[in-house]
T-cell receptor, first 110, second 114 residues
Framework: KNEVEQSPQNLTAQEGEFITINCSYS?????LHWLQQHPGGGIVSLFM???GKKKHGRLIATINIQEKHSSLHITASHPRDSAVYIC????????????FGEGTQLTVNP | DVKVTQSSRYLVKRTGEKVFLECVQD?????MFWYRQDPGLGLRLIYF???????EKGDIPEGYSVSREKKERFSLILESASTNQTSMYLC?????????????FGPGTRLTVT
């Protein structure tokens, strides 16, 4: 079993829909990251959080430390949101290393 | 803005060749990382470096070596390329902040070994 599990693996939505991507992890963490990877490979960091909730534009990330679970929500989805979304955790004892989920491929159709 | 650059976006090499992948960051970051990304496996850490001339093995170091002679540059070396090293290679850098830090990624190099 991977230390970081994402669901779903693939998600297709219509423009305007509310989207949720889930991330569960099995180790104690000091921080969790949500990353976005567009076709062509470049990865950008969306959020880094250790508790509660963060919001940036139409993106919202939440984390429940007790349940070892995080969600990434996209409101009013748009075709330009189509990308791979990756969850990564920084373990309490892993130093500078991150452990990554396999990613969720999101496709938003017009 | 932090900029992480990689020497090539696409590379095609033959089995047995020695391959160098270069990564340069311009923000004076202490940490630098090399990952490979394969379908169904996600990002896996090959090596990372926390200072000049310092390195640590990641999860899949076999068949690879690294060099960090200057703080801004981190090189990944495939001593004798094999077809199972065909992959997307991503470099990243970060500050060492002890608790919170963010990794900044380069654009990736898609390597094909034939």
């Amino acid at each position: 079993k991977n230390e970081v599990e994402q669901s779903p693996q693939n998600l297709t939505a219509q423009e305007g829909e509310f989207i949720t991507i889930n991330c569960s992890y099995s180790v104690g963490i000091s921080a969790l990251h949500w990353l976005q990877q567009h076709p062509g490979g470049g990865i950008v960091s969306l959020f880094m959080l250790s508790s509660g909730k963060k919001k940036h534009g139409r993106l919202i990330a939440t984390i429940n430390i007790q349940e070892k679970h995080s969600s990434l929500h996209i409101t009013a989805s748009h075709p330009r949101d189509s990308a791979v979304y990756i969850c990564a955790v920084k373990g309490e004892t892993s130093g500078s290393r991150l452990t990554f989920g396999e990613g969720t491929q999101l496709t938003v159709n017009p | 803005d932090v900029k992480v650059t990689q020497s090539s976006r696409y590379l095609v090499k033959r089995t047995g060749e020695k391959v160098f992948l270069e990564c340069v960051q311009d923000m004076d970051h202490e940490n630098m990382f090399w990952y490979r990304q394969d379908p169904g496996l996600g990002l896996r850490l090959i090596y990372f470096s926390y200072d000049v001339k310092m390195k640590e093995k990641g999860d899949i170091p076999e068949g690879y070596s690294v060099s960090r002679e200057k703080k801004e540059r981190f090189s990944l070396i495939l001593e004798s390329a094999s077809t199972n090293q065909t992959s997307m290679y991503l470099c990243a850098s970060s500050l060492y902040s002890g608790y919170f830090y963010e990794q900044y990624f380069g654009p990736g190099t898609r390597l094909t070994v034939t």
